[in-house]
């Protein structure tokens, strides 16, 4: 797996973000925005993902658009992150946006190894995801959600429930006694994801 690092590969705070093509196209942008807002030294580890549906998905799910349906990676897609993450003397912070933003959510309640989760407009509209949730405590303090205000308006039945399951999660989270913010962003989905995720990351490190 080819890792691609940014920041101080000494730093305390490592943050581990899923990424494809697009997000890696911006992710020094992205870098140079959590430098400017947060005021702790990081490593940033950019883990490429080839098959978002299948490595990010943590059970099946049928296709939301297209024809492509969700696998079960997840799992394996986790060993090879936690690999990443066994020096006792750094904090982990894991993160992504998107696809990447879910997976990060479930990937807390598999393991106690990160610090806290930056879930950027998260694909938190999921099949089961939210009952998921419901059911389980998330094994970090520190969660960060955030949405577009735009998400929530498209035609697609499925994606359209995104501002409700938000919501719902922020309440889960708060209830269950986490420290979680949700913050809203101007625009779609597509509208600045480095600097939203950006804005995740910068959080936890606050």
């Not at 797996?1 to 911006?26: K, T």
């Not at 993902?49 to 492509?68: I, M, Y």
């Not at 389980?136 to 735009?150: A, N, T």
Request: hydrophobic content about 40%; proline content about 4%; overall charge negative.
């Amino acid at each position: 797996m080819n890792i691609y690092e940014f920041g101080n590969p000494e730093a305390e705070h490592v943050l581990v973000q899923m990424v494809d093509e697009h997000d890696l196209a911006v992710i020094e942008n992205e870098v140079e925005t959590i430098r400017q807002k947060a005021d702790k030294d990081f490593l940033l580890l950019a883990v490429p993902v080839k098959d978002w549906n299948q490595d990010l998905s943590p059970w099946r799910a049928p296709a939301v658009f297209g024809n492509n349906d969700f696998g079960d990676g997840a799992q394996n897609t986790l060993l090879e992150v936690t690999d990443l993450c066994q020096n006792k003397n750094k904090n982990y912070y894991i993160g992504g946006y998107s696809l990447a933003g879910l997976f990060a959510l479930w990937a807390a309640y598999q393991t106690d190894l990160f610090k806290g989760v930056a879930a950027a407009s998260p694909s938190i509209w999921f099949p089961g995801f939210i009952d998921y949730m419901k059911e389980r405590q998330i094994r970090c303090h520190d969660v960060y959600l955030s949405l577009g205000d735009k998400e929530e308006k498209t035609r697609n039945p499925v994606m359209a429930t995104v501002g409700e399951k938000i919501r719902e999660a922020h309440v889960v989270f708060e209830q269950q006694g986490n420290c979680c913010v949700l913050e809203w962003n101007q625009g779609n989905h597509f509208k600045d994801p480095d600097l939203r995720t950006a804005k995740a990351f910068s959080w936890l490190l606050r």
